[in-house]
């Protein structure tokens, strides 16, 4: 069965182009998947159900797009090597608390937490990061650094790592903005309890060794060549 939706929705579709009329329909597929189906078998079946159902036809192209490098800083990396894993995880999960000095305290099990205030306007966040890869890093820092995309909708931005750091570390970060997209662009806040909160892009530098990098790169993009507003009846 497919229920079509009519409403606008949104989503990073920077790396999709079609129909101008593909930004304002949505539709719902409720599907049987037959026994013995795996998780991997559903996205190509789903691939057949818009060929037959809708008539689409797709090739890819290259584009340019501008992305973040996540790189070591001049003077090496200040982060800490984590001197063990981040612990077995309560039953029942619990939250971060606030230490001393404002920042989270991981509860076992966890890798990462943030708390976020407000001083004058500004948001100040405080992140506690806790055996942790530079991939993981990269994840929690492409939210700050997205921002509008295509179809008026808000993206994560993307950032590689190019910092040819292994293991996992322990450290903390404070700077001024929050965790969704455009979180990374604002200015200096002043702190009551830490002073001046710096810039995402001048305290990953300055706390943490590491330096943000803008560039471009090419990515793969998807042209939908032809595809039915209407599919075909069940």
Not at 25 to 33: E, H, M, S
């Amino acid at each position: 069965m497919l229920t079509i939706l009519n409403h606008a929705y949104g989503g990073d579709f920077d790396q999709i182009s079609g129909p101008n009329w593909i930004d304002s329909l949505q539709y719902t597929i409720r599907a049987n998947v037959p026994p013995g189906a795996t998780k991997d078998d559903v996205p190509k079946m789903l691939q057949r159900m818009l060929e037959e159902r809708f008539h689409l036809a797709v090739h890819y192209r290259k584009k340019e797009f501008p992305v973040y490098e996540l790189l070591v800083a001049k003077d090496g990396p200040r982060i800490q090597k984590s001197a063990g894993g981040a612990g077995q995880a309560v039953a029942g999960g619990s939250r971060p608390t606030r230490g001393g000095d404002g920042f989270p305290v991981l509860p076992p099990g966890s890798h990462h937490a943030m708390f976020e205030s407000t001083k004058d306007g500004v948001p100040i966040s405080r992140e506690t990061f806790r055996d942790c890869s530079m991939a993981e890093l990269v994840q929690e820092l492409a939210w700050p650094l997205g921002g509008p995309s295509a179809w008026h909708a808000l993206s994560v931005g993307r950032l590689v790592d190019k910092t040819g750091l292994s293991g996992r570390y322990d450290f903390k970060l404070f700077y001024a903005g929050g965790h969704s997209p455009g979180g990374a662009f604002w200015q200096p806040g002043q702190d009551a309890e830490l002073g001046v909160a710096p810039t995402l892009f001048d305290a990953v530098q300055q706390q943490l060794g590491l330096k943000l990098h803008e560039t471009n790169a090419l990515f793969d993009v998807l042209v939908v060549d032809h595809l039915d507003r209407m599919p075909t009846d069940n």
